[in-house]
């Protein structure tokens, strides 16, 4: 159990926000009985991982908040699946079956996977899919299932009640053609099934019905039961009423639409909810990841290659800061966890609370210590030709004879990684090249001392020896260059392994015959 005054004092970034959500909205939540968080999700594209951010920050959140008081709290994953299709996502089949249903709500086009009544369901299915897997505790609602069963109706007739001061409200952040048309209710057409955005012509309040005007036709309809929509910032603001939210994560892009939707909740009577705006994630060019482009790396993607653990460490890490977020971050983000796992054990409390693996783990990570960095895992993949775990388990066992499978999962989880990763991302990009006289030389020298080594050998020991051979062989003053060497030339990279530690799992012997299969 950690002590109170820890947990009061660190600068852990979800207990910073929990502390600020407890203390000021403790009327409301006592009142209410329990504490309500809010994810969005639009599922025009598929599920990317800054949808999986949202969720998995928000859980990291709660698990703060649990330690700070006891109260029952709610993670709501709210999807907005019955706007409107605007446009076509590039990465789907059967592109044809979307372009007939656009404007249509995207529970109502159908899916061009093929696997579910609607393109909406199908997003939605892999979202919760993802989330599970991470064992999430989470409440899923469909805006379409909430419209259509008129849980919104109290707060939609209170919209239109409250039509004038939303309106005065939001017609200032838009221009001039838009303000002569902006409705905050989108009707759906009886027809077509369209999600309309038309000039609303007359409002009848008591009624709880607008009058709209569609091509030359006048049309009347119930705002209630699924029969409109809100606009996007009112809607937002309609969850926080009607769910009486209490805090909401947002990506740094929706720092205006929340400021709107803040005043607009106050309008409808209630406060808005606390939370922060996140920064986004960026693909390898730097350019925003988007559902609809289907850019970065995917969700999928990453827990083919790597341990979910690894990515929640990522999610965890500086959420107020853009990161890229592709297929090489992924190794960097495996050791980084493995670095943090190693050191828990060892850590007080305060030390723990700053640690990664305490939010993803809820204070109880494993305390398997690793055997070696995914990196060298992955040369290790290269350099013994392994292609199936059988194959690199003998490989590490031959080296570390007191590992045994049984009893490191963690490790069993990397080499199925390491295997894949490998062969989808590291083999295709390797470009290995000759070495020039000077690099060869420099080469034999290495073989050559390594040779003289006797096994078992520690690993800085055997990186003073590479260290020392650089040196000697004209790179004294640019010893990074000399590493270079060794990597372009034996890992066909500009990056690799610590020296010393790799060839001490290697094997020295296995090392130099290794280095002479590049040097003759």
């Excluded at 990522?314 to 960097?332: E, F, H, I």
């Excluded at 895992?377 to 080296?399: E, H, M, Q």
């Excluded at 490998?422 to 390797?430: G, Q, T």
Aim: aromatic content about 10%; some cysteine.
């Amino acid at each position: 159990m950690i002590d109170k005054s820890v947990i009061q004092a660190t600068s852990s970034w979800p207990f910073v926000e929990a502390r600020k959500l407890v203390k000021e909205r403790k009327k409301i939540y006592e009142k209410k009985g329990k504490i309500t968080l809010q994810t969005g999700y639009g599922p025009s594209g598929l599920p990317h991982i800054g949808t999986f951010a949202e969720v998995a920050r928000t859980t990291m959140m709660v698990n703060a908040i649990k330690q700070i008081i006891d109260i029952p709290t709610e993670i709501i994953t709210f999807s907005d699946d019955m706007d409107g299709l605007r446009k076509i996502p590039d990465n789907i089949p059967n592109k044809e079956i979307l372009e007939k249903n656009l404007h249509k709500p995207l529970t109502s086009v159908p899916d061009p996977f093929k696997k579910f009544k609607s393109f909406g369901e199908h997003n939605n299915e892999m979202l919760k899919s993802f989330l599970n897997q991470f064992k999430f505790n989470y409440t899923f609602k469909s805006s379409t299932d909430t419209y259509k069963k008129g849980l919104f109706n109290d707060t939609l007739l209170l919209v239109l009640e409250k039509y004038e001061k939303i309106l005065e409200i939001v017609l200032p952040t838009l221009g001039k053609e838009r303000q002569k048309t902006y409705s905050p209710f989108l009707p759906v057409c009886p027809t077509t099934g369209n999600v309309l955005e038309v000039p609303i012509i007359e409002i009848k309040k008591k009624q709880g019905k607008i009058i709209y005007k569609n091509g030359n036709e006048k049309i009347e309809t119930e705002v209630t039961n699924g029969k409109c929509k809100l606009q996007w910032k009112v809607d937002w603001a309609m969850r926080w009423y009607t769910f009486d939210v209490d805090y909401e994560m947002y990506g740094k892009d929706l720092i205006e639409s929340a400021i709107l939707s803040r005043k607009i909740c106050q309008t409808l009577g209630k406060k808005e909810p606390n939370g922060f705006a996140y920064e986004m994630f960026l693909d390898e060019k730097g350019e925003k990841i988007s559902k609809s482009k289907g850019n970065g790396i995917t969700i999928e993607e990453w827990l083919n290659y790597a341990s979910p653990e690894s990515l929640s460490l990522y999610m965890y890490q500086n959420p107020k800061r853009a990161k890229k977020l592709y297929a090489d971050v992924v190794p960097k983000a495996v050791d980084e966890y493995l670095v943090c796992i190693d050191k828990f054990s060892e850590q007080d409390d305060k030390q723990k609370l700053l640690n990664p693996v305490w939010h993803i783990h809820n204070g109880n990570p494993p305390k398997e210590k690793s055997v070696m960095p995914f990196s060298v895992l992955l040369n290790l993949v290269g350099t013994s030709n392994a292609t199936d775990k059988a194959v690199l388990w003998k490989f590490i066992t031959k080296n570390k004879k007191d590992i045994k499978v049984s009893d490191h999962p963690i490790l069993d989880g990397l080499v199925e990684y390491a295997l894949k990763y490998f062969k989808d991302i590291v083999k295709p990009k390797k470009k290995y090249r000759k070495p020039n006289d000077k690099e060869k030389k420099a080469l034999q020298d290495l073989v050559e001392r390594l040779k003289d080594c006797k096994e078992p050998m520690d690993p800085e020991a055997i990186q003073t020896i590479v260290y020392s051979v650089g040196k000697d062989n004209g790179y004294k003053e640019n010893l990074r260059e000399w590493f270079k060497v060794i990597y372009e030339i034996i890992f066909g990279d500009q990056d690799g392994p610590r020296m010393g530690f790799f060839i001490s799992f290697f094997g020295i012997k296995e090392s130099v015959e290794l280095i002479n299969k590049y040097i003759k």
